[in-house]
Structure formats: structure tokens, C-alpha cells
């Protein structure tokens, strides 16, 4: 709502989305800092380095989407992912906040990788619902529909690439 109210201007529109999209990534990594700033041992488990959930394909995406617009290419392209990542992923991040599994098993705020896992999902959310509310897409049928199916392929993609690639979590 303030984001609506506040930014009016494309460019700081496409600076704000932006830098929402790698604060969720800094935010996705930050179990690696701040392991290190504990000076404990640091995994790399598989969601770092493989699109292994939907959130984590969405939220790749919506760097991509706001590189796309600091370069200023909105094309076919950019209009196809941007409804994908608007659609697909605000149900995909709703599902990550409301069963998240890891909250279920340990419900705790002040546990480090609770926090970060529904900050992360929040700040997403963030990044697909400005795709309607700066005005990015509109919401018109056919072009919807080739977004779901523009992410369909992807997911596809995506999950046959990480069910072929070996799992593996080497210690830094």
C-alpha cells in the first residue's frame, strides 16, 4: 500500500523491485553468514545451489524480472515470466508461509532459520504482488494463461534438472 502511495516513478519503481528481489536472496543466504559470524561449520545443503522448491525457482525469477527492467527489455518475454511469477508464485509463496514444515516441526521466532525461511517467503510475496500493484502486468486472460503455462515449463525444467542432478552438501 505505501509502495502504491509513495512510488510513482517507473524508475524508482524498478529500483524498489529490485532490491526487494536480492534482499530475499541476501536473506535466503544469510544462514551462511551468520553461521560463519558464529564461527560454527557451514553446510551448503542443495536449496542454495538447486531450484529445488517453487519459492526458490520464483524467487530467482523475480531477480531475472528486475534485471529485465533496470535494462529496460519488457518484451514477450518479460510479460510472460512477470505473469507467471505474479500468479504462479503469490500461490506458491501463500503455500510456503501457511505449511511451512520447518515452522510446523519447531514453532520458534527466535530461532535463526525460522525467522529467515517466513521473512524470505514475505519479502517474495512482496516482489510478486508489486508485479499488479506497480502496474507490471494487468490481469487479461490469455496472457495470464500463457504465464502459468510459460511456469509450467519451468517447474518442469527445473524438476527434472534437480531429480538428475546428485545431492550433495559439502562443508566449507
Known sequence: ??????????KSKDILFFIISVVTILIHYSTIFYSLIKG???????????????????MWQSLVLSLLMLINKRGKVFYALANATFLVGTICV?????????FFNNPDFLDFEI?????????LLFDCLY????????IDGIKN????????????????YTTQTPS???LC
Open 1 to 10: 500500500i505505501l509502495a502504491k502511495k509513495k512510488v510513482h516513478n517507473q
Open 40 to 58: 560454527e561449520e557451514v553446510e551448503i545443503i542443495d536449496t542454495y545451489y538447486l531450484p529445488v522448491y517453487p519459492c526458490n525457482v520464483i
Open 94 to 102: 501463500f503455500v510456503g508461509i501457511e505449511f511451512n514444515m520447518n
Open 115 to 123: 525467522a529467515k525461511g517466513l521473512l524470505s517467503h514475505v519479502t
Open 131 to 138: 508485479l499488479v500493484v506497480g502496474e507490471y502486468i494487468k
Open 145 to 160: 494463461v500463457i504465464g502459468v503455462l510459460t511456469e509450467a515449463v519451468i517447474f518442469v525444467v527445473c524438476g527434472t
Open 168 to 170: 550433495f552438501t559439502p
